[in-house]
């Protein structure tokens, strides 16, 4: 298989990632372009609270996922640009597991930035893969490994896929470690926190108990289902993160897709379409004039249409407090 990455980079997932960039920085010309590119991208800071910001990236590039087309039309009628066959020429991939490939993404938001799509085309749906995806998050503890769901962020809502960015670039991993979360829940060495003041809604759970944690996610995954039953699986992104000996889990739990500001004509429109990385606290803004003009009133307005109404989001927290 000409797509197989021919690694030199030793034997851990983590040295032959860092081999696979180091190739395709060199032999691929569209990855090399955009990730120098991305070194002069522009960033703006808009701290919030004494501690917590965000942070907004001018990317031009990201149009093409920002501004995707994810109705089942659109993607019926385009070739998946996830599946093996239709995988750029100098594009190569280093297998994990049975079913996975690690692949450098070409259209970066990280200075090291993955996409890790299973081999079949398969829907983009969470259930029976989170132990995938705490596997990958443990043997690449330099990465961040992020799911969108399927009406919430994903490109390509046909193909299952991770993807996985450098850690140190989401302020959420900093943000954790403040006064801003709060305590739900302790057992064992395990806990569950929620983070409040914080413009968007996050479950986050701490442990090094696999099966625990795929009991506290099907559970919320159960939860939020119950409000929207004729969904498959409810509306989420999920930041999962190895930390020397436990996984951080961070679940934004979701309304809708895109706020009104992206289908809107002229001067009001904002070309931002919130996923995990948006919500890990690095907003992608791929138009010029969109960046100049967003600020943090907009911000709030905009992360408060895609997440959860209040009710729902205290009906989440209450499943898992212990009292
Ligand atoms: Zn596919």
New binding site residues.
Partial sequence: MHLLFKDTGGTTLQTRVEALFEDQLQNWDLARANYLGLQKAVTKSLPFSPHAELRVQFNPERIYSTSAKVDSKSISERP????PA?LPGQQKAIPFGEDYLVLVNPFPIFTRHLTI?IKQ?SPQQLKGRFQDMLRLAKELDNFVVFYNGPRCGAS?P??FHFQAGNKGFMPIEQDFETPLKTLLFEDNGSTIHSIDSYLRQVLVFSGADTNWLETQLEKAIAVLGRFEPEHQEPMINILASWNHDHWRIFLFPRKVHRPWQFFAEGPQKIMLSPAAVDLGGVLIIPRQEDFDKLDLETIRDILGQVTLESEKWEQLKNAFKNY
């Fill in positions: 998946c640009f996830l599946c239709h799509p085309h390509a046909d193909h």
